[in-house]
T-cell receptor, first 112, second 113 residues
Framework: NAGVTQTPKFQVLKTGQSMTLQCAQDMNHEYMSWYRQDPGMGLRLIHYSVGAGITDQGEVPNGYNVSRSTTEDFPLRLLSAAPSQTSVYFC???????????FGSGTRLTVV | GDSVTQMEGPVTLSEEAFLTINCTYTATGYPSLFWYVQYPGEGLQLLLKATKADDKGSNKGFEATYRKETTSFHLEKGSVQVSDSAVYFCALSDRAAGNKLTFGGGTRVLVKP
């Protein structure tokens, strides 16, 4: 089925470990974004991309890296996990000029 | 910068009651406005949207009207069901900046039979 696929769905990391959250979409959307969801704070933008090779920081980029080598994939890398990064992470994609994003089902990350 | 403020929950209602969730926004340009819904354990789904002033978005019995004069986009439903229990997010999109979405904090709605 067409959509945004995130892997893994759940992950537990130890403080200081690194990992990559995967996001792939098969809708040929140019715009992709990563959000984190924390209780009472809605969703906050981490990084976004308007096309392959182009990325920019959002509201809360510290501790995260992204790259966009293809239109389909937009991985999010945690360089050295911290307990403050315990959250639910959502990837989303959209066409340029089209209103509204399609969201993945999320990755629940716990850092201990 | 852009911001969205929505009423805090939780909102607890009985089935068939009227639901209103207030949402106001601050934006420099002319944003598009959205309501997203998140059911337990799931991701966000687009519920409805409006792209210009006085537009009314509607879906599944929910409605919201883009009010530029009051910078508001309140969500309403005339008769809620237990299946409407979810978290509702108001959001705006800045088209000039890659359609970045700015979200409100979310409102949890619990409908009791």
């Amino acid at each position: 089925n067409a959509g945004v696929t995130q892997t893994p769905k759940f992950q537990v990391l130890k403080t200081g470990q690194s990992m990559t959250l995967q996001c792939a979409q098969d809708m040929n959307h140019e715009y992709m974004s990563w959000y984190r969801q924390d209780p009472g704070m809605g969703l906050r933008l981490i990084h976004y991309s308007v096309g392959a090779g182009i990325t920019d920081q959002g509201e809360v980029p510290n501790g995260y890296n992204v790259s966009r080598s293809t239109t389909e994939d937009f991985p999010l890398r945690l360089l050295s996990a911290a307990p403050s990064q315990t959250s639910v992470y959502f990837c989303a994609s959209s066409y340029p000029g089209t209103v509204g994003y399609t969201f993945g089902s999320g990755t629940r990350l716990t850092v201990v | 910068g852009d911001s969205v403020t929505q009423m805090e929950g939780p909102v607890t209602l009985s089935e068939e009651a009227f639901l209103t969730i207030n949402c106001t926004y601050t934006a420099t340009g002319y944003p598009s406005l959205f309501w997203y819904v998140q059911y337990p354990g799931e991701g966000l789904q687009l519920l409805l949207k409006a792209t210009k002033a006085d537009d009314k978005g509607s879906n599944k019995g929910f409605e919201a009207t883009y009010r530029k004069e009051t910078t508001s986009f309140h969500l309403e439903k005339g008769s809620v069901q237990v299946s409407d229990s979810a978290v509702y997010f108001c959001a705006l999109s800045d088209r000039a900046a890659g359609n970045k979405l700015t979200f409100g904090g979310g409102t949890r709605v619990l409908v009791k039979p």
